[in-house]
């Protein structure tokens, strides 16, 4: 069985800063950390190989900095690591990504079972793992919150709605994008982390997909991000009242806006 | 490899150095090497490309991981988050110093610092309660310090137990509880699996209660249980605040003891990391005793030096505790109580001359008149 996990590395959030004067992020000096959906992604992939068997391999789009993360993906379970890398692909939004890491599933001989994390915490669009699974020409299931796979070969999840949970099934290959922390941290023993500080990261550029600028970064990219800003409160007033002073208070500002 | 939370906390201390002057070992080597910051540097040369050999494994291990450093800071970072991980490390790379290679050997092949086979364990838990019961409200764990090392603090605690008319009963035999293996070697799957079992063992009890000698175990299976997923069901109680219950209810009744100039050494991890620091406090008291307070005691309690290092480092385990006993003549104590088997074993390694060294629970028993 081989289960691909897509692993992004991204800013901490409390240290995320916006650049006043281009909109876009500041990434110098920030930290950068498994984004915490994929880290649980991984998590789900490292258990269903414990219990089932196969391999898990995982990839990485970004700049050279990324492999922070496919070494952690190393010490947490994963086989074989894969950096996809190339200048042409700087800037891509979600769907030129998408497409770039399809074509690497391709490239690598398919998989099984995907998993990914529900969304990043720095883009927060939820896009790339659905925008996958079309590429991928695969069923995509999001926001799940337990996987199991069944002896018949076929995946029964859990997946999280606005008002209920729902129970179903399907058949791979497909794509699940979990939600966080459904899944404890994979603890590594000594011996997994010996066996991580052997696994080679293999790089993977446009040399090998052959897409083209066209198709990817700032060029191939659908959307454009036209601003980027900070939403600030009007100065507000706080005072601390009694209950009854508070329900005058409440009293006369609903009547006042009704009036 | 460090884990993000480990780089985190090493890049921020690297600089800073505030807390050199709380550091037990440091205080007492006077070694640049000797400090939260230069195994926060370490880390992060080694990150960068440094190689992690033989001298930065042993430097890592002459830390007491006793959290000062961390209560010290003021900006919230925990050195022995990377120094734990670093001692992982220098276990994957096979960089141990020879010393510490010997003790982590016992962890992992015999499960204890000592090397004393399970068989031993079993024989010195049926020696101190014959016939024990299968099930009892309260389980009473030792802890393999108490057990190997100090068994009279058990026997003490033991007897104060029926003394009380405690129902309470002790393991057929402890394995590792993942305090000690979780310091030497990290918190890694082989430590999680031992305090899993252990877990699974105490539960076996079905007691309401786990009372808890040894401080350092009541820690990890208050705090790192619950994150490892290891489930005692039942609450776990330190034996001095046990103790203090139990006096406090009438149940035991001790003499007065005249003993001056006392003074009381907190354990590290009771009194730093569990927050408890007045149970011990209240015993001493219960048997009219007063405390002479030394500098740094309480939650700022200087660390003893503990059982691990002592166990691989004997020579600067000695130096460690030479400090604190330091700190008791400065204040004119002329005797120490310990509340720690580990304390116990550690300090009594090099009482000063004229001064004396008693353990809380065997003082108790004597007042107690067991």
Same mark, same amino acid.
């Given at each position: 069985?081989?289960?691909?996990?897509?692993?992004?590395?991204?800013?901490?959030?409390?240290?995320?800063?916006?650049?006043?004067?281009?909109?876009?992020?500041?990434?110098?000096?920030?930290?950068?950390?498994?984004?915490?959906?994929?880290?649980?992604?991984?998590?789900?992939?490292?258990?269903?190989?414990?219990?089932?068997?196969?391999?898990?391999?995982?990839?990485?789009?970004?700049?050279?900095?990324?492999?922070?993360?496919?070494?952690?993906?190393?010490?947490?379970?994963?086989?074989?690591?894969?950096?996809?890398?190339?200048?042409?692909?700087?800037?891509?939004?979600?769907?030129?990504?998408?497409?770039?890491?399809?074509?690497?599933?391709?490239?690598?001989?398919?998989?099984?079972?995907?998993?990914?994390?529900?969304?990043?915490?720095?883009?927060?669009?939820?896009?790339?793992?659905?925008?996958?699974?079309?590429?991928?020409?695969?069923?995509?299931?999001?926001?799940?919150?337990?996987?199991?796979?069944?002896?018949?070969?076929?995946?029964?999840?859990?997946?999280?709605?606005?008002?209920?949970?729902?129970?179903?099934?399907?058949?791979?290959?497909?794509?699940?994008?979990?939600?966080?922390?459904?899944?404890?941290?994979?603890?590594?023993?000594?011996?997994?982390?010996?066996?991580?500080?052997?696994?080679?990261?293999?790089?993977?550029?446009?040399?090998?997909?052959?897409?083209?600028?066209?198709?990817?970064?700032?060029?191939?990219?659908?959307?454009?991000?036209?601003?980027?800003?900070?939403?600030?409160?009007?100065?507000?007033?706080?005072?601390?009242?009694?209950?009854?002073?508070?329900?005058?208070?409440?009293?006369?500002?609903?009547?006042?806006?009704?009036? | 490899?460090?884990?993000?939370?480990?780089?985190?906390?090493?890049?921020?201390?690297?600089?800073?150095?505030?807390?050199?002057?709380?550091?037990?070992?440091?205080?007492?080597?006077?070694?640049?090497?000797?400090?939260?910051?230069?195994?926060?540097?370490?880390?992060?040369?080694?990150?960068?490309?440094?190689?992690?050999?033989?001298?930065?494994?042993?430097?890592?291990?002459?830390?007491?991981?006793?959290?000062?450093?961390?209560?010290?800071?003021?900006?919230?970072?925990?050195?022995?988050?990377?120094?734990?991980?670093?001692?992982?490390?220098?276990?994957?790379?096979?960089?141990?110093?020879?010393?510490?290679?010997?003790?982590?050997?016992?962890?992992?092949?015999?499960?204890?610092?000592?090397?004393?086979?399970?068989?031993?364990?079993?024989?010195?838990?049926?020696?101190?309660?014959?016939?024990?019961?299968?099930?009892?409200?309260?389980?009473?764990?030792?802890?393999?310090?108490?057990?190997?090392?100090?068994?009279?603090?058990?026997?003490?605690?033991?007897?104060?137990?029926?003394?009380?008319?405690?129902?309470?009963?002790?393991?057929?035999?402890?394995?590792?509880?993942?305090?000690?293996?979780?310091?030497?070697?990290?918190?890694?799957?082989?430590?999680?699996?031992?305090?899993?079992?252990?877990?699974?063992?105490?539960?076996? %009890? =079905? $007691?309401?209660?786990? @009372?808890?000698?040894? !401080?350092?175990?009541?820690? &990890? #299976?208050? +705090?790192?249980? /619950?994150?490892?997923?290891?489930?005692?069901?039942?609450?776990?109680?330190?034996?001095?605040?046990?103790?203090?219950?139990?006096?406090?209810?009438?149940?035991?009744?001790?003499?007065?003891?005249?003993?001056?100039?006392?003074?009381?050494?907190?354990?590290?991890?009771?009194?730093?990391?569990?927050?408890?620091?007045?149970?011990?406090?209240?015993?001493?008291?219960?048997?009219?005793?007063?405390?002479?307070?030394?500098?740094?005691?309480?939650?700022?309690?200087?660390?003893?030096?503990?059982?691990?290092?002592?166990?691989?480092?004997?020579?600067?385990?000695?130096?460690?505790?030479?400090?604190?006993?330091?700190?008791?003549?400065? %204040? =004119? $104590?002329?005797?120490? @109580?310990?509340?720690? !088997?580990?304390?116990?074993? &550690? #300090?009594? +390694?090099?009482? /000063?001359?004229?001064?004396?060294?008693?353990?809380?629970?065997?003082?108790?028993?004597?007042?107690?008149?067991?």
């Amino acid at each position: 069985m081989r289960i691909v996990v897509f692993i992004k590395q991204v800013p901490e959030s409390e240290d995320v800063k916006i650049d006043r004067l281009t909109n876009t992020m500041k990434r110098e000096g920030i930290r950068m950390v498994m984004n915490p959906s994929d880290s649980t992604a991984l998590a789900a992939a490292v258990q269903l190989k414990k219990e089932h068997g196969g391999k898990v391999i995982a990839v990485t789009m970004g700049t050279k900095k990324a492999v922070e993360v496919l070494n952690q993906a190393a010490i947490c379970g994963a086989d074989e690591l894969y950096m996809v890398s190339d200048p042409l692909y700087a800037g891509s939004d979600t769907y030129a990504t998408a497409l770039v890491l399809s074509e690497t599933v391709k490239y690598l001989g398919g998989l099984d079972i995907a998993l990914c994390g529900r969304r990043a915490i720095d883009g927060e669009t939820g896009q790339v793992g659905p925008e996958l699974s079309v590429f991928l020409d695969i069923p995509c299931v999001t926001n799940v919150l337990e996987l199991q796979l069944k002896s018949d070969g076929r995946v029964r999840y859990k997946r999280l709605l606005e008002d209920e949970i729902l129970d179903a099934e399907l058949s791979t290959p497909a794509l699940f994008a979990v939600c966080e922390g459904i899944v404890r941290d994979y603890v590594p023993s000594i011996s997994d982390l010996r066996r991580a500080r052997d696994i080679k990261i293999i790089n993977i550029t446009d040399n090998e997909l052959k897409l083209g600028g066209e198709r990817t970064g700032l060029a191939g990219s659908l959307t454009t991000v036209r601003r980027t800003f900070q939403q600030t409160s009007p100065d507000r007033k706080c005072v601390f009242v009694d209950a009854k002073e508070g329900a005058k208070i409440i009293i006369a500002k609903a009547t006042e806006a009704i009036l | 490899m460090f884990s993000e939370k480990a780089n985190k906390h090493a890049d921020n201390c690297r600089f800073c150095w505030m807390c050199r002057y709380i550091c037990p070992v440091g205080l007492q080597t006077g070694k640049e090497t000797n400090n939260a910051r230069a195994k926060g540097l370490l880390v992060s040369l080694v990150n960068r490309g440094q190689e992690f050999d033989e001298s930065y494994a042993g430097t890592m291990y002459e830390c007491c991981l006793c959290g000062a450093c961390s209560q010290d800071c003021k900006t919230g970072f925990e050195p022995p988050i990377f120094i734990r991980e670093a001692r992982t490390e220098a276990i994957v790379r096979d960089v141990l110093p020879e010393n510490v290679r010997m003790i982590a050997d016992n962890l992992m092949e015999k499960g204890n610092l000592y090397g004393v086979s399970s068989a031993e364990i079993q024989s010195k838990l049926e020696k101190l309660l014959p016939n024990r019961p299968q099930k009892a409200g309260v389980l009473l764990y030792v802890g393999q310090t108490a057990l190997i090392k100090a068994p009279e603090i058990s026997e003490a605690l033991i007897c104060l137990l029926k003394k009380a008319s405690v129902d309470f009963t002790v393991l057929y035999s402890e394995g590792q509880s993942g305090a000690e293996i979780g310091d030497v070697i990290g918190y890694v799957a082989e430590t999680i699996t031992a305090a899993k079992n252990e877990a699974a063992k105490i539960n076996t %009890i =079905g $007691a309401e209660k786990v @009372v808890v000698l040894d !401080p350092n175990v009541a820690r &990890v #299976m208050k +705090q790192e249980y /619950p994150v490892w997923g290891c489930d005692i069901n039942a609450e776990i109680v330190t034996a001095t605040a046990f103790i203090a219950g139990l006096i406090a209810d009438g149940k035991l009744s001790p003499q007065k003891i005249d003993m001056k100039e006392v003074t009381f050494h907190d354990p590290c991890k009771l009194s730093r990391d569990l927050d408890e620091t007045e149970p011990a406090r209240y015993i001493l008291k219960s048997m009219g005793i007063e405390i002479k307070e030394m500098f740094l005691n309480r939650e700022w309690t200087k660390c003893c030096g503990t059982e691990i290092v002592k166990a691989h480092s004997p020579a600067l385990g000695a130096l460690i505790a030479d400090g604190r006993w330091g700190d008791a003549e400065r %204040i =004119g $104590a002329a005797c120490m @109580v310990t509340a720690c !088997p580990g304390c116990f074993d &550690v #300090m009594g +390694q090099c009482v /000063p001359e004229g001064m004396k060294h008693y353990d809380l629970f065997i003082l108790l028993a004597e007042a107690c008149g067991c």
